[in-house]
């Protein structure tokens, strides 16, 4: 209802719900209180968002097993971890990442997946002999593994063991094998050195292996320990290779160290191509020379022999009984003058025999030559050296090609630093040209703006700065009108009300006269149906006949 008049006071229905509990001073209140939180919660989470830690990588490409024994450590020292998307990283605060891979370390994480010696701590009682023996054989398999991988290029390792059974027969007995498997690093390789350091590591680790019965393959399946296979003999190798290489750019450094402070370090260039024999050959020869005179010759050996017998002739004659009789006696003289012939019938015959054999030295000569490899077959080196400045009277460059015996001088000077020689088939050639001039790089001038490094800083900075705005916003733009109506709402009341409660009969006529402006709903203060109905109650008890008044004014407006 609605009544026209000079104090007339509109009348109206108070919403119900929500709307109307929010015009109510308690649904107001509670309201600005809800405000407050939402915006404090939201401050707070703005200054968290700004205080978020980098995280860095603690580790990756970890197992399973490994990767949860990390997470439970981490939970139980209350380090904050993040796992990436892929499960391959876990991530930490940057300011703990060393912290915590110590304190990992201590505790043997991360594992890498292999079981070494630790796996026989655990032995149970009354395990057979052959779990024994193959918790050994697993546990010398993990120890191999982890000190292959510990090599830079190596990124993960197995190794297989086949180890025969112990016999005393030696005919039976069988020599072990090993098998290594490797992951190598993206972009890694091993060469032929540290190819024979893994497998002479696993070869002296396991009794009774041979090198030659260890294999190493990588991760692509290229059999890495076939260098030294019989097949492979002729082929170089990356040492020899590597020889090849080191010999020529000796030479060619050679060559330019001696010509630049002749025509300037940025005005020669030098290539050299080594012809290297890595053959190894032996030779072994005998050599017979003409005999010489035995007077000029060397006696090796020399036997003689000489023999004489002298004696009565055996019988003789038609055998019977004058053969076996004894002889008569002599009827000659016992003596007979020197020099008579023998007239005795029974006289001895004499034999001598003499023999003379004499053994000279032969000549020859034996030679042995050994061949050593990375023998110089022949070398080839080109020479280019660019044309000599000259500066006339005024001032101006010129480029002049060297005389003939200006290249003369520089040939003779190469032919020195390189060795050369001429029975071995060396060529030297000897160009002198104008040196192109290179082009110019132009790089363009990266703005300040556009550096990586600046943008990453005024992100960082950007960062705070968001923070920092949206909190001041909050703050001055809607905590602190909340904050204010709350203390306006239940803080003391104003001096002004104070003095009113208190007053008597003289503070009647101000009452009187600020009632109107109070139910005033057209007034500057818009003020709800609850704040009206309690105004005019207050306005009531303190003075009724203002009320008595209005109530006349309605009734004689009625009329």
Request: charged share 20%; hydrophobic share 40%; net charge negative.
């Amino acid at each position: 209802m609605e009544v026209a008049g000079d104090n007339a006071v509109a009348v109206t229905t108070p919403p119900s719900g929500l709307i109307g509990f929010a015009q109510t001073p308690g649904g107001r209140n509670f309201f600005l209180m809800l405000g407050a939180a939402a915006a404090a919660a939201v401050m707070a989470g703005v200054w968290l968002w700004t205080r978020t830690p980098d995280y860095r990588v603690l580790f990756s490409n970890f197992s399973d097993r490994d990767g949860g024994s990390i997470v439970a450590s981490l939970q139980q020292m209350n380090v904050p971890y993040k796992v990436s998307d892929g499960g391959s990283a876990i991530l930490v605060p940057a300011e703990q990442v060393h912290d915590v891979r110590l304190k990992l370390a201590q505790q043997g994480l991360p594992k890498g997946g292999n079981v070494g010696f630790e796996l026989m701590e655990n032995q149970k009682l009354g395990v057979s002999q052959f779990l024994e023996q193959v918790n050994f054989q697993r546990a010398l398999e993990g120890e191999l593994a982890r000190s292959v991988q510990a090599l830079a290029a190596v990124q993960s390792a197995r190794v297989h063991l086949a180890l025969p059974k112990a016999t005393v027969f030696v005919r039976d007995q069988q020599k072990p094998t090993a098998s290594v498997l490797l992951n190598l690093h993206p972009g890694r390789t091993l060469d032929r050195g540290q190819v024979n350091a893994i497998v002479h590591l696993v070869a002296s680790s396991v009794p009774d292996m041979p090198v030659k019965n260890v294999t190493v393959v990588d991760q692509a399946g290229t059999l890495l320990s076939d260098a030294d296979k019989p097949g492979n003999a002729n082929m170089l190798d990356p040492s020899q290779l590597k020889y090849v290489q080191e010999l020529q750019q000796g030479i060619v450094r050679r060559i330019e160290s001696i010509l630049s402070p002749v025509v300037g370090a940025a005005n020669v260039r030098a290539e050299a191509s080594a012809d290297v024999d890595f053959s190894h050959t032996e030779q072994a020869a005998e050599t017979y020379k003409p005999n010489g005179t035995p007077s000029a010759s060397a006696i090796r050996s020399q036997q003689s022999s000489e023999s004489q017998t002298s004696g009565q002739q055996g019988a003789s004659g038609v055998p019977g009984a004058l053969t076996n009789q004894p002889q008569p006696n002599a009827t000659a003289p016992i003596t007979a003058p020197a020099g008579a012939p023998n007239a005795a019938a029974g006289a001895s015959p004499v034999n001598a025999h003499k023999d003379t054999t004499v053994n000279y030295e032969v000549d020859k000569t034996v030679r042995y030559v050994q061949q050593p490899m990375g023998g110089l077959k022949r070398l080839t080196v080109a020479v280019v050296v660019n044309y000599k400045k000259e500066t006339d009277a005024a001032g101006k460059v010129t480029m002049k090609p060297l005389t003939d015996q200006e290249k003369a001088q520089i040939s003779d000077l190469v032919k020195e630093a390189m060795g050369f020689n001429k029975d071995r088939g060396d060529s030297l050639s000897l160009l002198n040209s104008p040196f192109a001039a290179p082009e110019k790089e132009i790089t363009p001038d990266v703005p300040l703006w556009k550096q990586p490094e600046m943008i990453q800083m005024a992100l960082g900075w950007g960062k705070y700065a968001l923070g920092l705005g949206i909190i001041a916003y909050l703050y001055f733009a809607v905590l602190r009108p909340i904050f204010r109506r709350i203390i306006a709402t239940f803080g003391p009341p104003p001096p002004e009300a104070a003095e009113e409660a208190a007053g008597g009969e003289e503070e009647q006529p101000a009452l009187i006269e600020e009632a109107p402006r109070e139910l005033d709903p057209m007034g500057p203060k818009v003020m709800s149906y609850q704040d009206n109905l309690e105004a005019a109650k207050e306005l009531a008890r303190r003075d009724p006949k203002i009320v008595a008044n209005v109530v006349k004014a309605w009734v004689g407006t009625n009329e």
